[in-house]
């Protein structure tokens, strides 16, 4: 009895130190993955919404209410484009370098709210633009300060993409763990679901938007867009716990600089393998590279290869780290920038491929702005509106690829059969090429009708450019996501952001170089009294089907370029393996990037 009465307060102290032992916290819920995309693509697909509606109705904004000219208003916008697409390699050094990604969307998200806010006062004040053009003989010109007010909010606008567009689909991509077998998989469908999903909400909410810019308000028009805008940022940063935000590791463009200067100073040396500077990643220099796949040394680009030479031991310092770093690289460092210099082939085929399907968002659509546009007796169809038979192809043809075809290749052959990435731009430049020669016979078409019964808008219906439209939407569905699909993929995780930034200019540069063709078809042709092929007010006093055909046969150059050239690095692609690093003991796995291809 002693002995239990001696034991119970033992036994009392030992339950009530268990009962007042706090219960282990809960384990967090992991950052990353479809819970993060969803508030990525909510804010990508509100942020389409207002950029999209003011790029898809700009050239109708600038022809009626700026009363410039037609060729006038396509420099415009293509310039304006172009210098949106190519401040997406400064939006890719700033994150890279300084921000990270997150940073940089927040960032570029709330210039594009400054410079949609700007275009919607120039359209609610009447003041900061010309005007209304009663009689296209005597229209009234902007003055310069009302241009430059004009500029302004498109200057904002294009920084604001330039910091949004390398960053979206790689900081998407950053929340997948591509070490995984079903990361990889995710990954490769977040490709297509990202363009989808935007590509849906522009087909609902600009059919409204557009109709409402050029029938109601132009002020109402781009007000709606700026509050989308608005919505935007607030969804992006309510999915702000959720995310995994890499830390910026250094630009890979300073990287390059210092690759070029070690080569050239090193061009007399010869490359003997065993004296390569390639040290091991520490937390200390390089806090992701740690878990990250390092790149197998390639022989391509031979050249860059003599920045990693140690070629004098006095380069190294105690720990044996670089003194210099621009006189002695990584082999990382330059087989990152091989990766780079690697995807030119098909970075060029891209630009064709853009040269092509930017000519329905200008050409085309001042070809609508002279049919008829009538639906009944009240109802005119607005130009802006053609461009969402573009997206409704783009949407079309990725769900059907991805919910049927896939699904049914996988039940009749039990495995998923993709279509490869050569395959599907190949198809996608045979579309735009296809495109380009359908807009030039309805082009004459409504033209010859216009000049029979003398007037400025053709009788010929609208409906009659939907297939020139439908065209161009399959051709991006093809060829974009897949050049898209391929940048991002080619290139190690550390370099996505940069992916992004490299498929931009090539945008870029296809809007730079289709304002330049549009001048000089422009400038050679409006001479000796011959009928120019572009420019003016009137369509009907050009030969725009003749400049189609210039583009065509640029497409037809660009299929055999990419079928007799480019295609082969689609194919060859062990030249880029990645592999472990040696200490994991897995030098002869296949990368990520090749793992996600051949799934197909």
């Known amino acids: ?77 293509q310039i304006w484009n172009g210098s949106s697409n190519i401040a ?32 919607t006062l120039t359209a609610g004040i009447h003041q900061l633009r010309p005007s209304t053009c009663k009689d296209t003989l005597n229209c009234q010109r902007p003055q310069g300060w009302q241009l430059g007010v004009l500029f302004s909010g498109l200057g904002l606008l294009s920084i604001g993409a330039g910091g949004i567009r390398p960053c979206n689909i790689a900081f998407g991509a950053d929340q997948f763990d591509t070490n995984t077998e079903k990361g990889r998989v995710q990954l490769e469908s977040f490709f297509n679901w990202w363009y989808f999903t935007f590509t849906i909400a522009l ?18 028009g781009f007000a709606i867009p700026t509050m989308c805008l608005a919505f935007s940022i607030t969804i992006f940063l309510l999915g702000r716990h959720t995310y995994l935000c890499k830390k910026p590791q250094g630009s890979i463009f300073a990287d390059m600089t210092k690759v070029i200067t070690a080569a050239c100073r090193k061009r007399k040396l010869q490359v003997p393998e065993l004296t390569f500077y390639d040290p091991a990643p520490t937390l200390d220099n390089s806090p992701e590279l740690e878990n990250s796949k390092r790149l197998a040394h390639t022989d391509r680009f031979k050249f860059l290869d003599k920045a990693a030479i140690i070629a004098d031991p006095s380069e190294l310092d105690n720990q044996g780290m670089a003194r210099n770093a621009w006189r002695l690289c990584s082999l990382q460092q330059v087989e990152q920038f091989k990766c780079l210099l690697g995807i030119l082939p098909v970075w060029v085929t891209g630009i064709c491929c853009f040269i092509v399907m930017d000519q329905q968002n200008t050409f085309g659509v001042l070809q609508v702005v002279q049919t008829n546009r009538s639906i009944g007796s009240h109802f005119k169809v607005p130009p802006g509106w053609m461009n969402l038979i573009a997206m409704i192809s783009l949407s079309f043809w990725i769900y059907i690829y991805e919910c049927i075809y896939i699904p049914l ?22 579309l735009s090429i296809l495109c380009m020669l359908v807009a030039a016979v309805v082009e004459r078409k409504r033209r010859d009708s216009a000049l029979r019964h003398g007037t400025l808008i053709s009788p010929v219906s609208f409906v009659l450019l939907l297939p020139q439209f439908a065209l161009s939407g399959f051709s991006e569905a093809f060829s974009a996501v897949s050049i898209m699909e391929f940048f991002t993929l080619q290139m190690p995780e550390s370099m996505r952001t940069v992916a992004g930034a490299v498929f931009f200019l090539s945008l870029s540069i296809a809007n730079y170089i289709g304002s330049l063709i549009v001048n000089v078809v422009h400038k050679a042709t409006s001479h000796r009294g011959k009928t120019p092929w572009l420019g003016g007010h009137d369509l009907n006093k050009n030969r725009l089907d003749y400049y189609y055909y210039i583009i065509a046969a640029l497409g037809a150059l660009n299929f055999v370029y990419f079928n007799f050239f480019a295609s082969h690095y689609l194919t060859n692609r062990k030249s880029t393996e990645t592999k472990e690093d040696s200490t994991a003991g897995e030098a002869s796995q296949p990368n990520d990037e090749e793992k996600v291809l051949n799934i197909k």
Request: proline residues 4%.
């Open 88 to 119: 997406s390699i400064i939006g890719a050094f700033i994150s890279d370098t300084y921000l990270g990604r997150f940073k940089t969307l927040l960032c570029g998200s709330i210039a594009s709210l400054l410079g949609i806010l700007t275009m």
């Open 203 to 220: 087909v609902i909410a600009l059919t409204g938007v557009v109709y409402i810019q050029t029938n109601i308000s132009w002020t109402l």
């Open 1 to 77: 009895m002693e002995e239990v009465m001696s034991n119970s307060p033992s036994a009392f102290e030992q339950e009530h130190e268990q009962m007042s032992e706090p219960s282990p916290p809960p384990l967090p819920r992991q950052a990353g993955g479809w819970r993060s995309i969803k508030y990525i693509i909510g804010n990508e697909s509100f942020e389409k919404l207002a950029s999209m509606s003011l790029i898809s109705n700009l050239t109708v904004y600038l022809l009626t209410n700026y009363n410039l000219s037609g060729i006038f208003v396509v420099n415009v916008v």
């Open 409 to 430: 290749s996988k039940r009749i052959t039990k495995k998923a059969k993709r279509l490869t990435l050569a395959e599907r731009i190949k198809i996608g430049i045979l």
